[in-house]
Nanobody, 121 residues
Framework: QVQLVESGGDLAQAGGSLRLSCAAS????????MGWYRQASGKQRELVAE???????NLADSVKGRFTISRDNAKKTMALQMNNLKPEDTAVYYC???????????????WGQGTQVTVSS
């Protein structure tokens, strides 16, 4: 019913930048909070950044000042601009969206398939 597709993951050097994108499609009536999570090898998935429909943002302390989250409600897209990357940013990054599904009006949280970000020192 709802699909989230991430793109932009890549190999980067420490101090470099990457931009992740997430596009939502399907039977979407509305999207509330959208977010980026990451999961490093052997660790639990953690919140990186989230943004409300109105544009309020919440960033993990570890990425404040380096990452910026944004969204385009009309296009149903979200982006994560990552600057000054560090090796500890290496992880699989997942897009999430709190979606109200058209026709059913059910509200569910959906996840993308993940995109790998690797930062070399």
């Amino acid at each position: 019913q709802v699909q989230l597709v991430e793109s932009g993951g890549d190999l980067a050097q420490a101090g470099g930048s990457l931009r992740l994108s997430c596009a939502a499609s399907g039977r979407i009536l509305s999207i509330n909070t959208m977010g980026w999570y990451r999961q490093a090898s052997g660790k639990q998935r953690e919140l990186v950044a989230e943004i409300s429909r109105g544009g309020n943002t919440n960033l993990a302390d570890s990425v404040k000042g380096r990452f910026t989250i944004s969204r385009d409600n009309a296009k149903k897209t979200m982006a994560l601009q990552m600057n000054n990357l560090k090796p500890e940013d290496t992880a699989v990054y997942y897009c999430s969206a709190d979606v109200v599904v058209a026709s059913s009006w059910n509200r569910n949280k959906y996840w993308g398939q993940g995109t790998q970000v690797t930062v070399s020192s």
